[in-house]
T-cell receptor, first 115, second 109 residues
Framework: GAVVSQHPSRVICKSGTSVKIECRSL??????MFWYRQFPKQSLMLMAT?????????EQGVEKDKFLINHASLTLSTLTVTSAHPEDSSFYIC???????????FGSGTRLTVV | DAKTTQPPSMDCAEGRAANLPCNHS???????VYWYRQIHSQGPQYIIH???NNETNEMASLIITEDRKSSTLILPHATLRDTAVYYC??????????FGAGTRLTVKP
Protein backbone atom coordinates (compact mmCIF):
# COMPACT_ATOMS: atom_id res chain seq x y z
CA GLY A 1 0.00 0.00 0.00
CA ALA A 2 0.89 3.65 -0.27
CA VAL A 3 3.28 4.92 2.37
CA VAL A 4 3.99 8.46 3.49
CA SER A 5 7.02 9.00 5.65
CA GLN A 6 7.16 12.05 7.90
CA HIS A 7 10.23 13.23 9.79
CA PRO A 8 11.06 14.04 12.45
CA SER A 9 8.47 12.40 14.69
CA ARG A 10 9.35 14.71 17.55
CA VAL A 11 11.27 17.95 17.72
CA ILE A 12 11.97 20.45 20.48
CA CYS A 13 13.27 23.84 19.47
CA LYS A 14 13.98 27.15 21.09
CA SER A 15 11.71 30.09 20.61
CA GLY A 16 12.78 32.18 17.63
CA THR A 17 14.38 29.36 15.67
CA SER A 18 13.04 27.61 12.56
CA VAL A 19 12.09 23.98 12.20
CA LYS A 20 11.70 21.97 9.01
CA ILE A 21 9.38 18.97 8.75
CA GLU A 22 9.67 16.59 5.80
CA CYS A 23 6.93 14.55 4.18
CA ARG A 24 7.86 11.91 1.60
CA SER A 25 5.73 9.60 -0.49
CA LEU A 26 7.71 6.37 -0.72
CA UNK A 27 5.93 4.38 -3.41
CA UNK A 28 3.76 6.76 -5.38
CA UNK A 29 3.97 10.15 -6.97
CA UNK A 30 2.30 12.70 -4.74
CA UNK A 31 0.86 15.36 -6.98
CA UNK A 32 -0.88 16.98 -4.04
CA MET A 33 0.15 17.17 -0.42
CA PHE A 34 -1.72 18.56 2.53
CA TRP A 35 -0.48 19.92 5.82
CA TYR A 36 -2.54 19.81 8.99
CA ARG A 37 -2.15 21.00 12.54
CA GLN A 38 -3.79 19.36 15.52
CA PHE A 39 -4.00 20.75 19.03
CA PRO A 40 -4.66 18.42 21.98
CA LYS A 41 -8.14 16.87 21.99
CA GLN A 42 -9.06 18.71 18.80
CA SER A 43 -9.57 17.63 15.22
CA LEU A 44 -7.12 18.09 12.38
CA MET A 45 -7.13 21.57 10.89
CA LEU A 46 -6.11 21.92 7.28
CA MET A 47 -3.32 24.50 6.99
CA ALA A 48 -2.43 24.37 3.33
CA THR A 49 -2.59 22.40 0.13
CA UNK A 50 0.41 22.13 -2.15
CA UNK A 51 0.58 20.88 -5.71
CA UNK A 52 3.93 19.77 -7.06
CA UNK A 53 5.75 22.65 -8.67
CA UNK A 54 3.24 25.27 -7.57
CA UNK A 55 2.88 27.63 -4.68
CA UNK A 56 0.91 26.31 -1.77
CA UNK A 57 -2.64 27.41 -1.13
CA UNK A 58 -3.09 28.42 2.49
CA GLU A 59 -6.28 28.27 4.50
CA GLN A 60 -7.69 31.46 5.90
CA GLY A 61 -5.88 32.52 9.04
CA VAL A 62 -2.69 30.58 8.32
CA GLU A 63 0.33 32.84 7.92
CA LYS A 64 2.15 31.88 4.74
CA ASP A 65 5.31 33.70 5.80
CA LYS A 66 5.42 31.76 9.02
CA PHE A 67 4.59 28.33 7.65
CA LEU A 68 6.69 27.92 4.52
CA ILE A 69 5.69 25.01 2.32
CA ASN A 70 7.80 23.66 -0.50
CA HIS A 71 6.66 20.89 -2.84
CA ALA A 72 9.46 20.84 -5.37
CA SER A 73 9.25 17.17 -6.33
CA LEU A 74 6.60 14.48 -6.70
CA THR A 75 7.85 12.70 -3.60
CA LEU A 76 8.77 15.44 -1.15
CA SER A 77 7.07 18.33 0.56
CA THR A 78 8.48 20.32 3.45
CA LEU A 79 6.90 22.54 6.06
CA THR A 80 9.16 25.08 7.74
CA VAL A 81 7.92 26.78 10.86
CA THR A 82 9.85 30.04 10.96
CA SER A 83 10.59 32.04 14.07
CA ALA A 84 8.76 29.49 16.17
CA HIS A 85 6.94 30.53 19.31
CA PRO A 86 5.48 28.41 22.11
CA GLU A 87 1.98 28.81 20.63
CA ASP A 88 3.24 26.99 17.51
CA SER A 89 3.67 23.87 19.62
CA SER A 90 1.35 21.32 18.09
CA PHE A 91 1.06 18.03 16.23
CA TYR A 92 1.72 18.56 12.52
CA ILE A 93 0.55 15.95 10.02
CA CYS A 94 0.99 15.68 6.28
CA UNK A 95 -0.98 13.66 3.79
CA UNK A 96 -0.51 12.96 0.13
CA UNK A 97 -2.49 11.89 -2.87
CA UNK A 98 -1.62 11.21 -6.46
CA UNK A 99 -3.22 10.70 -9.83
CA UNK A 100 -3.18 6.93 -9.51
CA UNK A 101 -3.79 6.82 -5.80
CA UNK A 102 -7.28 7.45 -4.56
CA UNK A 103 -7.84 8.50 -1.01
CA UNK A 104 -5.22 10.17 1.08
CA UNK A 105 -2.34 8.58 2.91
CA PHE A 106 -1.19 10.30 6.05
CA GLY A 107 2.20 10.59 7.62
CA SER A 108 2.71 9.58 11.22
CA GLY A 109 2.88 13.19 12.41
CA THR A 110 5.45 15.45 14.03
CA ARG A 111 5.14 16.63 17.61
CA LEU A 112 6.65 20.11 17.76
CA THR A 113 7.44 21.65 21.12
CA VAL A 114 8.76 25.20 21.23
CA VAL A 115 10.42 26.18 24.50
CA ASP B 1 -17.32 23.30 7.62
CA ALA B 2 -16.75 19.60 7.22
CA LYS B 3 -20.24 18.78 5.89
CA THR B 4 -20.64 15.83 8.24
CA THR B 5 -22.14 15.33 11.68
CA GLN B 6 -21.03 12.58 14.04
CA PRO B 7 -21.75 11.86 17.71
CA PRO B 8 -18.84 13.06 19.84
CA SER B 9 -18.33 9.78 21.65
CA MET B 10 -19.46 6.17 21.81
CA ASP B 11 -18.64 3.12 23.88
CA CYS B 12 -18.60 -0.45 22.71
CA ALA B 13 -17.99 -3.75 24.47
CA GLU B 14 -15.02 -5.77 23.29
CA GLY B 15 -16.08 -8.44 20.81
CA ARG B 16 -19.32 -6.72 19.90
CA ALA B 17 -20.04 -4.78 16.74
CA ALA B 18 -19.39 -1.06 16.82
CA ASN B 19 -21.79 0.96 14.67
CA LEU B 20 -20.65 4.53 14.06
CA PRO B 21 -23.18 6.85 12.38
CA CYS B 22 -22.50 9.85 10.18
CA ASN B 23 -24.90 12.37 8.70
CA HIS B 24 -24.02 14.07 5.43
CA SER B 25 -27.33 15.49 4.31
CA UNK B 26 -25.83 17.93 1.77
CA UNK B 27 -23.73 15.36 -0.05
CA UNK B 28 -23.72 15.76 -3.82
CA UNK B 29 -23.93 13.03 -6.42
CA UNK B 30 -20.22 12.72 -7.15
CA UNK B 31 -18.96 12.90 -3.58
CA UNK B 32 -17.60 9.84 -1.86
CA VAL B 33 -17.83 9.05 1.84
CA TYR B 34 -14.49 8.23 3.43
CA TRP B 35 -13.80 6.90 6.89
CA TYR B 36 -10.52 7.34 8.70
CA ARG B 37 -9.49 6.73 12.24
CA GLN B 38 -6.81 8.24 14.42
CA ILE B 39 -5.25 6.41 17.28
CA HIS B 40 -3.72 8.69 19.87
CA SER B 41 -0.70 10.68 18.61
CA GLN B 42 -0.61 8.97 15.22
CA GLY B 43 -1.58 10.03 11.74
CA PRO B 44 -5.06 9.10 10.51
CA GLN B 45 -5.48 5.64 9.04
CA TYR B 46 -7.71 4.91 6.05
CA ILE B 47 -10.54 2.48 6.76
CA ILE B 48 -12.99 2.38 3.89
CA HIS B 49 -14.84 4.52 1.37
CA UNK B 50 -17.93 4.31 -0.80
CA UNK B 51 -20.13 6.18 -3.21
CA UNK B 52 -23.60 4.62 -3.06
CA ASN B 53 -23.22 0.89 -2.61
CA ASN B 54 -22.40 -0.80 0.65
CA GLU B 55 -18.77 -1.73 0.95
CA THR B 56 -16.82 -4.24 3.01
CA ASN B 57 -13.14 -4.85 3.50
CA GLU B 58 -10.98 -6.63 6.03
CA MET B 59 -11.36 -3.80 8.53
CA ALA B 60 -14.98 -2.74 8.35
CA SER B 61 -18.25 -2.43 6.49
CA LEU B 62 -19.78 0.78 5.23
CA ILE B 63 -23.53 1.08 4.91
CA ILE B 64 -24.80 4.08 2.93
CA THR B 65 -28.49 4.89 2.93
CA GLU B 66 -30.32 4.94 -0.37
CA ASP B 67 -30.66 8.74 -0.32
CA ARG B 68 -26.94 8.94 0.62
CA LYS B 69 -27.66 11.41 3.38
CA SER B 70 -26.17 9.23 6.06
CA SER B 71 -23.88 6.27 6.51
CA THR B 72 -22.76 3.84 9.18
CA LEU B 73 -19.34 2.38 9.71
CA ILE B 74 -19.46 -1.08 11.23
CA LEU B 75 -16.56 -2.72 13.01
CA PRO B 76 -17.90 -6.28 13.27
CA HIS B 77 -15.90 -7.46 16.29
CA ALA B 78 -14.40 -4.52 18.12
CA THR B 79 -11.15 -5.01 19.99
CA LEU B 80 -9.39 -2.77 22.48
CA ARG B 81 -7.05 -1.67 19.69
CA ASP B 82 -10.01 -0.17 17.85
CA THR B 83 -10.23 2.57 20.48
CA ALA B 84 -9.66 5.73 18.43
CA VAL B 85 -11.28 8.82 16.99
CA TYR B 86 -13.22 7.95 13.83
CA TYR B 87 -13.70 10.56 11.16
CA CYS B 88 -16.34 10.52 8.45
CA UNK B 89 -15.34 12.73 5.53
CA UNK B 90 -17.17 13.68 2.40
CA UNK B 91 -14.65 14.20 -0.31
CA UNK B 92 -15.36 17.09 -2.61
CA UNK B 93 -12.35 16.82 -4.84
CA UNK B 94 -8.60 16.37 -5.01
CA UNK B 95 -7.93 19.60 -3.21
CA UNK B 96 -10.31 19.53 -0.29
CA UNK B 97 -9.90 17.15 2.61
CA UNK B 98 -11.40 18.48 5.82
CA PHE B 99 -12.05 16.83 9.12
CA GLY B 100 -14.95 17.32 11.46
CA ALA B 101 -14.81 16.59 15.15
CA GLY B 102 -15.16 12.84 14.70
CA THR B 103 -16.44 10.21 17.11
CA ARG B 104 -14.26 9.05 19.97
CA LEU B 105 -14.89 5.31 20.20
CA THR B 106 -13.89 3.60 23.40
CA VAL B 107 -13.88 -0.18 23.35
CA LYS B 108 -14.25 -1.56 26.85
CA PRO B 109 -13.27 -5.01 28.09
Amino acid sequence: GAVVSQHPSRVICKSGTSVKIECRSLDFQATTMFWYRQFPKQSLMLMATSNEGSKATYEQGVEKDKFLINHASLTLSTLTVTSAHPEDSSFYICSATGQDHYGYTFGSGTRLTVV
Amino acid sequence: DAKTTQPPSMDCAEGRAANLPCNHSTISGNEYVYWYRQIHSQGPQYIIHGLKNNETNEMASLIITEDRKSSTLILPHATLRDTAVYYCIVRVGWNDMRFGAGTRLTVKP
